[in-house]
């Protein structure tokens, strides 16, 4: 009976083990064929030059992150640690993940392994080519998240802005972006990849940190109903994150009317710029 029984929990660790690899390598094959196909922007200094169209406050903002001076970015890999819930009422899981972003063709790959009273689960987010997804597994085979459709697409963008103006300030001079100030330190984004356009409206302090970006064009879902509320990203802290000061902290918030709901708390591990190849 023990050697059944240790079998069995043997052939169970496989499996989850067997999903979990799926998964990730899903995640780096569409990571490996950006590097082939989309990873040909030029990385040439980003001056003054090339910010002088921009509000006053992003101006400021690209100062103070010290983008200026440096190289411009053509994509990204950063890995966070944090914790994720569904509801309000219930304790975070806790959650680490690691993303690619590439700017030739607007792309985000993001993959999440979470942990809960022992229980794993995996989540991948993948943009490409105007088109989103996103699937939760738990035990890394049991699929209870999957979104996908127009609304996926639209909130995967709101995203993909988002993580511009926190973890790539360089990539604010995209043409793709129309600004408008709505006054000295409040400033109105309009971004369009393709046919889909959103908008978020990024708060500054008086000193150039960007301390807050909210829109009201991405949805909570779980794959099933897709719930449009003003999704907010305020950050706590500023830290220097390989050459560039960068939000250490974020909370991930949806403005509901019953009140908000702070589903996420994320805390950069790391990130690197301009790489030539995938990393595991």
């Given at each position: 009976m023990?050697i059944?029984?240790?079998?069995?929990v043997?052939l169970?660790?496989?499996?989850v083990?067997?999903?979990?690899?799926?998964?990730?390598?899903e995640f780096?094959n569409r990571v490996k064929?950006?590097?082939?196909?989309?990873n040909?922007l030029p990385?040439?200094?980003?001056?003054?030059?090339?910010?002088a169209?921009?509000?006053?406050?992003?101006?400021?903002?690209?100062?103070?992150?010290?983008?200026v001076?440096?190289p411009?970015?053509?994509?990204?890999?950063a890995?966070?640690?944090?914790?994720m819930?569904?509801?309000?009422?219930?304790?975070?899981?806790?959650?680490?993940?690691?993303q690619?972003?590439?700017?030739?063709k607007?792309?985000?790959?993001?993959?999440?392994?979470?942990?809960?009273?022992?229980i794993?689960a995996?989540?991948?987010?993948i943009?490409?080519?105007?088109t989103?997804?996103?699937?939760?597994?738990?035990l890394n085979?049991?699929?209870?998240?999957d979104?996908?459709?127009d609304?996926?697409?639209?909130?995967e963008?709101v995203?993909?802005?988002?993580?511009?103006?926190?973890?790539a300030?360089?990539?604010?001079?995209?043409?793709r972006i129309?600004?408008?100030?709505?006054?000295d330190?409040?400033v109105k984004?309009?971004y369009k990849?393709?046919?889909i356009?959103?908008?978020?409206?990024?708060?500054?302090?008086?000193?150039?940190k960007?301390?807050?970006?909210?829109?009201?064009?991405?949805y909570?879902?779980d794959g099933?109903?897709?719930d449009?509320?003003?999704?907010?990203?305020?950050?706590?802290?500023?830290a220097?994150i390989?050459g560039?000061l960068?939000?250490?902290?974020a909370k991930l918030?949806?403005q509901?009317?019953e009140g908000?709901?702070?589903y996420?708390e994320?805390e950069?591990?790391?990130?690197?710029?301009?790489?030539?190849?995938?990393?595991d």
């Amino acid at each position: 009976m023990l050697i059944f029984i240790i079998v069995l929990v043997v052939l169970i660790v496989a499996i989850v083990g067997l999903g979990s690899h799926l998964m990730y390598s899903e995640f780096k094959n569409r990571v490996k064929a950006d590097f082939a196909e989309n990873n040909a922007l030029p990385t040439g200094i980003l001056t003054e030059s090339d910010i002088a169209h921009l509000p006053a406050a992003v101006q400021k903002y690209l100062h103070y992150t010290k983008s200026v001076g440096q190289p411009k970015i053509k994509n990204f890999r950063a890995e966070f640690v944090g914790g994720m819930r569904g509801k309000p009422d219930v304790e975070y899981m806790n959650v680490q993940s690691v993303q690619y972003n590439f700017y030739g063709k607007p792309s985000r790959s993001f993959f999440m392994a979470a942990n809960k009273m022992g229980i794993p689960a995996k989540g991948l987010h993948i943009y490409q080519n105007e088109t989103a997804t996103f699937e939760v597994k738990l035990l890394n085979w049991f699929k209870v998240v999957d979104a996908r459709g127009d609304k996926m697409n639209q909130a995967e963008t709101v995203t993909l802005l988002n993580d511009m103006c926190f973890i790539a300030p360089a990539t604010l001079i995209d043409t793709r972006i129309t600004w408008s100030a709505i006054n000295d330190t409040t400033v109105k984004a309009i971004y369009k990849n393709g046919n889909i356009s959103i908008s978020a409206v990024l708060y500054f302090n008086e000193t150039g940190k960007l301390e807050n970006f909210i829109s009201n064009d991405r949805y909570d879902t779980d794959g099933k109903k897709y719930d449009n509320y003003p999704w907010a990203t305020p950050v706590e802290e500023y830290a220097l994150i390989n050459g560039y000061l960068l939000p250490k902290k974020a909370k991930l918030i949806y403005q509901k009317p019953e009140g908000d709901f702070t589903y996420g708390e994320l805390e950069f591990k790391s990130v690197k710029y301009n790489l030539a190849r995938f990393e595991d």
